[in-house]
């Protein structure tokens, strides 16, 4: 089994190599770029070709991408565009910032999902069932702009709860933008429930139809005891994928919420960095962002080899 | 049983049939279809110009003249909302079957093909599937503008990946099945074995996801025109209309109700229809025999 | 006769489903089963007669769907469908036991073997819990499997299939049961292994005094255990009585047909085939279910359905007629067309195959290649003649046609056309010309047909590849290839999930005919079919080789099968070949051990046939490195020299060649097995 923790840890590695390549080259193969950015109409001439020295950018695109790379791996990511601030220091507190998020939504979520997705499996059909999906299928197709315009009309608007634009800093302490937190991290928690459950809830029927549930029964198994020990465990097997996509999808999704609540977070960064035209901004959060999925769905294959007897055997036998 | 020939048209009604006798096929079909008929005719239903601007009433209420209001430049609510559809089906409506066909051909192929260029090709998806969603377009739009001529290239190209990876599981599935070795034995060549044999076996699986992508990519081009990098104003869009009313949110909440429930029962309605075709296909679920 | 009530006890059970139109359909027609304690009964059927049903039902288990229509069934008196939930689960996996059909399945993936015991032990015992693991162990040994400990910490699927069935045995004996049900426990099993585990059934039945309702499909396994037996057609009853009575003078046609359409290890001869299909749930019925098949079926049979008739021998027989059924010896089949001669059509030498390859680090660290999965095969097909290749799992027989066909590339060896054509080329790179020239069938029907193609669609294919055909002239031949497999032309537009699995396998027949062969490679093509189809599958072969005189490599587990049909016969172990030549003298001494082994091991439907069992019951997963590839399990392994040497061929007065190290004078001087009757 250790042969192919190892075997998924270097394809992971492969992968966040290559996606820091498709950054790299991405930005490379876009028009103009920091100095045409930072001279705007003046790029032209001795001005540009003087800002390019300046910057490095005369150097060819393999250098450029080493030296890079090399940094990026140290957690050094440069200097932003604008050459003002270190890109790490910039990038610290809203990776915290993004991660509570991510946090908060999974804690919360991820238990609530499992429970109302077997909740429904295992009544299909019946009013929990038709209850919980119905509400699934509704709030997956809310986007997140919407729902989280909505949530700031009613807490922030009318009940007056929360303060409807708030700017905090990336770097104040979690307590100050809690609020934003709170309704940031429902509407990503009500989102990533809908996924999972439906997810969940389908491998609960599955699981419950199966032979060897049919074999337990005929056993004289009394049914909670087939249900948490025969099919459970098999049903929730698939789920950590499920959950693993989820985290990588949170990431993603993180970005519109961030914006609409004002949220300090990485996300926010982007869309910011996107509009400035920042690229090495956007390049290093896209990296961090990046390799944080490779990373995600790393241990989820990992836990997925733990769990599952079949996969871990080489003495496996076709049936 | 009966012996009459099964055409694909055939088939196809009966699909067809089959997902109207269901409650969720039959609402999903009625919604989707509701608003596509509202995105072609609605240029000559709407009372207004959309750009009109009503000098005497900004964030107005209901009213007679205006059943939805206006907007915080006059402009009337329902008007923008009917026609708000329009450029998101259209871009989607091109970029979803571009995102499939070029996904699933490539998927195909590469369950096929096995080998180092598969695996050097997912490892190629992966990558892509690992940068945070919206990043590659927004990025894009940024530097090429907002114009449905970079809108939809970047749409179809993006969300065609994750099709790769579901067409490329459906092939393996059914290439392990001796149908195929049959024709492999018998020296067909292998573009003609996947014409004839793979892909009428796998299109009912890409069309469910067809769907699934279909009303993501609305989701995600109403997110792109929300932050702005979509539909550029004073062209009406849904998103657009969400993040421009928002700021009113007090004063005029038709305003964003309006666009969102016209995007909403969109989506519910596209959903509905996938999760009844699946149903109707058999993807759900493999049925058991009974005896 | 006592006068204690049967322990198990069904009558007038009705069970249907709601078909799509919402009318209920039945399953299961006014079902009578009694089984005493102690007693074995059978119940047999082909597919949809509703066996598994009605012996699920003893339990009060329904499948998802159905729904129990009238009628009671008791276990001990009590009434299974009216029970509350606790104490029906006392009962089941208690006092009633369940083999179930496919163990591998069956059995929850995620748990060890230990803990799925220990469950049953602590649903259905008292015993003290510390106590539970020294039982399981028990256990275990009772159903004879090796190394009891290590078994218990393993996961269902790093078990053999024939390990994985004596567990479940295990596991219903942990509730000491008073009776059992075994739904088909043998299906899928090789042959060797089968007989290992009726054995251990037949015993345990014997000292346990326990019941059995045995459900199966085959005779020969029903002829081992049962004392007497229940034939359904169709959802009915329509003959029940002692075993020996219904095997050998049985008083249904139905009965009588099905077990001339088994074939023997006797006489050379093809079973006799037996037209058409049993009536679907959703036909109505009027009269005998079974009379638009029957030979002796009268107006009287069609008007009403006839009630159960009781015979001398204490059968019962639903039909007007008991005393008119001819017995199965009576009607023979026709025998097989015999081959031409001449020379060799298709031969193979020193054929080898592999599926692995070892990665790179492997090469890197020098570990030398396991041996290949076939190796050493010398095969020649004359025109005409049906080569068969029999051999378990694991032996190889399919890899070969694979070689042959161009599916898998030989690692060693050659195979050749009679006119010098190299096939040991990739399908990919023949020419059409050598391509048609040898065409293959596969074992599931399911699965070889494309289920999105009409039956003409994929008789096209090979008429467009290699004939050019297209539009009316494709169909027109289509038609008549339609005509040779005996389907008619109305077929032509139907798609494969509308055609019952023996319709589907006449199709593939008709798909390979289509091309005009020379030699047709047939992968196990009837295994999946039920006894009657198979019967009618064969007859049709032998049709197609009298008028074409096309050759066949004929791929069967099944001995007799392959006895019916084959001209010569090799017999394969491993990946490597033992016996070999005309068919009538492999089956008669001297035998190769393994031969032997498999002779014994092969079942009839005759009560008064024991199988032998010579040799353990033990799943190799790969030929020895060196010498004889039977050395592990050979009941009369002569020393080192099979580790270590190849066996040479020796060639017996008859004309066929065996591989063993033990002279022949001696192999002819052992206790030799089956011979024919």
Redesign the interface.
């Known amino acids: 089994m250790l042969g192919m923790i190892a075997r998924r840890f270097a ?1 992971g590695l ?3 190599w ?2 820091s390549v ?2 790299f080259l ?1 930005v490379e193969a ?3 770029d920091a100095c045409t950015a930072i001279l705007e109409r003046d790029a032209h001439g001795e001005a540009l070709a003087a800002c390019r020295e300046a910057m490095g950018l005369d150097t060819p695109a393999l250098a450029r991408y080493a030296e890079w790379a090399a940094g990026v791996v140290q957690g050094e990511f440069g200097m932003s565009a604008g050459g003002q601030e270190s890109i790490a220091q910039m990038v610290g507190y809203r990776v915290r910032n993004s991660l509570l998020l991510a946090a908060g939504a999974l804690a919360v979520g991820i238990p609530l999902a499992i429970t109302l997705g077997v909740v429904a499996g295992l009544a299909r059909d019946r009013w929990p069932d038709l209850l919980f999906s119905t509400g699934a ?2 709030a ?7 729902a989280a ?2 949530l ?2 009613v807490f922030a ?2 009940l007056g709860w929360v303060p409807a634009i708030v700017l905090t800093p990336a770097d104040a302490p979690p307590l100050e933008f809690f609020p934003e937190f709170i309704l940031a991290s429902t509407v990503l928690t009500m989102l990533m429930i809908a996924h999972v459950m439906r997810m969940i809830r ?1 491998s609960v ?2 699981a419950m ?1 199966s032979e060897y549930v049919q074999m337990a029964t005929l056993k004289g198994v009394p049914y909670w005891r087939i249900v948490f020990r025969h099919a459970l465990p098999n049903a929730l097997l698939p789920a950590i994928n499920v959950i693993a996509l989820t985290v ?2 949170l ?6 919420v961030e ?1 609409v609540f004002n949220y300090p977070g990485l ?1 926010r960064l ?2 910011d960095a ?2 400035e ?1 920042d690229l090495p901004v ?1 390049q290093a959060v ?1 990296m961090i ?2 390799a944080t ?2 990373g995600v ?1 790393l241990v989820a294959d990992i836990l997925s080899l733990a769990l599952n007897p079949r996969l871990r055997s080489h003495r496996a036998r076709q049936a | ?1 009966s ?4 055409s694909v048209r055939a088939r196809a009604g009966g699909v067809l049939r089959d997902m109207l006798a269901r409650p969720s096929g039959a609402i999903g079909l009625f919604l989707v279809t509701f608003h596509l008929a509202l995105a072609i005719l609605s240029p000559w239903v709407v009372p207004y110009d959309y750009k009109a601007m009503d000098a005497t009433g900004t964030l107005a209420g209901p009213s007679a003249a205006h059943w939805l209001g206006t907007d915080h430049l006059g402009r009337d609510v329902l008007t923008r909302v009917m026609l708000g559809g329009r450029e998101a089906l259209l871009i989607t409506g091109i970029a979803t079957p571009v995102a499939l066909v070029w996904g699933g051909l490539a998927g195909v192929w590469l369950g096929l093909r096995g080998g180092w260029p598969d695996e050097v090709a997912m ?2 998806v ?11 377009l ?2 894009l739009i ?2 090429f503008g907002t114009g449905g001529e970079v809108l939809l290239p970047t749409l179809a190209f993006f969300f065609g990946i994750p099709v790769i990876r579901v067409a490329r599981a459906a092939a393996h599935e059914v290439v392990a ?3 195929i ?8 060549r ?1 573009l003609d074995i996947v014409r ?2 793979i892909l ?2 796998v299109t009912d699986t890409l069309l469910v996801e067809g769907a699934m992508r279909w ?1 993501w990519m609305l ?1 995600g081009f ?2 792109l025109s ?2 702005g990098f979509g539909v550029s104003p004073p062209r009406p869009d849904w ?1 657009l209309m ?2 421009d009313a ?1 700021v009113y ?2 004063l005029a ?1 038709l305003g ?1 109700i309006a666009p ?1 429930v016209a ?2 029962t969109l ?2 309605g596209i ?2 229809t996938a ?1 009844a075709l699946a149903k109707t296909l058999g993807l ?2 493999a049925r ?1 025999a ?2 | 006769m006592t006068a204690q009530p049967p322990l198990i006890d069904i009558s007038g059970l009705r069970v249907g ?1 709601r078909g799509r139109s919402g009318a209920m359909l039945p ?1 299961l027609h006014e079902v009578d089963l009694a089984v005493r304690r102690g007693e074995s009964v059978g119940i047999v059927g082909e597919s ?1 007669s ?1 066996k ?2 009605l012996a699920l039902a003893a339990m009060g288990y329904l ?4 729904a129990r229509l009238d009628g009671v069934a008791r276990f001990d008196g009590q009434d299974m469908f009216a029970l509350a939930q606790p104490e029906l689960a006392r009962i089941r996996g208690g006092k009633l036991g369940l083999i179930p059909q496919n163990s591998g399945q069956a059995l929850t993936p995620t748990q060890r073997i230990g803990a799925q015991i220990a469950e049953s032990l602590r649903l259905h015992c008292d015993h003290d819990p510390a106590s539970h693991r020294d039982r399981a162990c028990d256990l275990l040994a009772q159903v004879r499997l090796p190394d009891p400990d290590t078994i218990l910490r393993r996961y269902p699927h790093e078990l053999s299939g024939g390990q994985q069935q004596r567990v479940a045995i295990a596991m219903a004996l942990a509730g000491e049961p008073e009776a059992l049900l075994l739904d088909e426990p043998t299906t899928g099993l090789d042959v060797t292994t089968q007989a290992h585990i009726l054995a251990l059934l037949r015993g345990l039945a014997r000292e346990r005094d326990m019941a059995m309702v045995y459900v199966s499909h085959d005779l020969g396994v029903i002829a081992q255990v049962c004392d007497r037996v229940h034939v359904l057609y169709a959802g009915e009853t329509v003959l029940a009585g002692p075993a020996r009575a219904v095997l050998t003078t049985p008083a249904h046609p139905y009965a009588s047909a099905l077990l001339a359409a088994i074939p023997g290890l006797g006489d050379r001869a093809l079973p006799r085939a037996l037209e058409g299909r049993p009536p679907t ?1 959703d036909m109505a019925r009027t009269g005998c279910a079974f009379a638009p098949r029957c030979g002796l079926a009268t107006d009287d049979c069609r008007a009403a359905a006839p009630p159960m008739a009781s015979t001398p021998d204490g059968q019962r027989a639903r039909c007007l007629y008991p005393d008119k059924v001819a017995p199965p010896a009576a009607s023979q089949g026709d025998r097989p067309a015999t081959a031409a001669d001449g020379p060799p059509l298709l031969t193979t030498q020193a054929l080898s195959v592999r599926y692995d390859s070892p990665g790179l680090l492997a090469r890197l660290r020098g570990r030398s290649r396991a041996p290949a999965t076939v190796a050493g095969i010398d095969l020649a097909l004359r025109r005409g003649e049906t080569l068969g290749l029999v051999g378990e799992s694991g032996s190889g027989k399919s890899t070969i046609l ?1 070689a042959i ?3 898998l590339p030989p690692a060693g060896g050659q195979i050749g056309l009679a006119d010098g054509t190299d096939l040991a080329t990739a ?2 790179r ?1 020419r ?1 010309e050598t ?1 048609r020239r040898i ?2 069938i ?3 029907p399911d ?8 039956v003409g669609d994929i008789l096209a ?2 008429l467009r ?1 290699y004939f050019g055909l297209r539009g009316q002239p494709c169909r027109d031949r289509a038609a008549d290839l339609l005509e040779t497999v005996r389907l008619g032309a ?2 032509l ?3 494969p999930g ?1 055609l019952s699995g023996g319709e589907k396998q006449r199709v593939a027949v008709a ?1 390979a005919f289509a ?1 005009g062969p020379e030699a047709v490679l047939c992968d196990e093509i009837t295994s999946a079919l039920d006894v009657s189809v198979q019967a009618a599958v064969l007859e049709l072969l032998n049709d197609l080789k009298a008028r074409h005189g096309t050759g066949f490599v004929f791929v069967s587990h099944d001995l007799t099968v392959v006895r019916a049909l084959s001209d010569r016969v090799a017999v394969l172990y491993q990946g490597r070949i033992c016996e070999a030549g005309p068919t009538d003298a492999v089956f008669a001494p001297p035998h190769h051990p393994y031969t032997d082994v498999l002779l014994g091991a092969v079942l009839a439907p005759d009560p008064d046939h024991a199988p032998r069992l010579l040799a353990e019951d033990a799943a190799e997963l790969s030929p020895p490195a060196r010498g004889c590839p039977f050395q592990r399990r050979c009941p009369v392994k002569c020393g080192t020299i099979c580790e270590t040497d190849t066996p040479p061929a020796r060639e017996t007065a008859d004309g066929h060649v065996i591989r063993c190290h033990i002279p022949l004078a001696d192999l002819r001087g052992r206790e030799t097995g089956q011979t024919a009757s």
Not at chain 1, 140 to 146: D, G, K, S
Not at chain 2, 181 to 188: L, N
């Open positions: 394809l492969v992968t966040v290559l996606v498709i950054i991405g876009l028009p103009g299928i509704l997956m197709t809310i986007p997140e702009f919407v315009t909505v700031i009309l608007i009318w389908a029927i599955e139809a990588a999808w990431l993603g999704g993180v970005v519109v914006v996300g982007l869309v996107i509009s035209r956007v896209t962002v990046a999925y490779v769905n | 049983m012996g009459a020939a099964i490892r190629l992966d990558a892509f599937l690992a940068l945070p969603g919206i990043l590659p927004l990025v940024t530097v099945r001796d149908f070795s049959a024709a492999r034995a018998r020296g067909h292998p004839r044999e009428p076996n009303s989701l109403s997110a929300f932050l998103g969400v993040s928002r949110m007090s909440p964003v969102v995007l909403s989506i519910i959903n509905l999760d759900d679920r058991k009974v005896i | 489903f399953v949809g509703g598994s049903t499948r998802h769907g159905l749930p694979r066909a161009g599916l399908a990919e023949r059409p391509l065409q293959m596969f074992q599931n699965e070889s047909l494309n289920p999105r193609q009409t294919q090979p590849l109305h077929y537009d139907r798609l509308q798909r091309a």
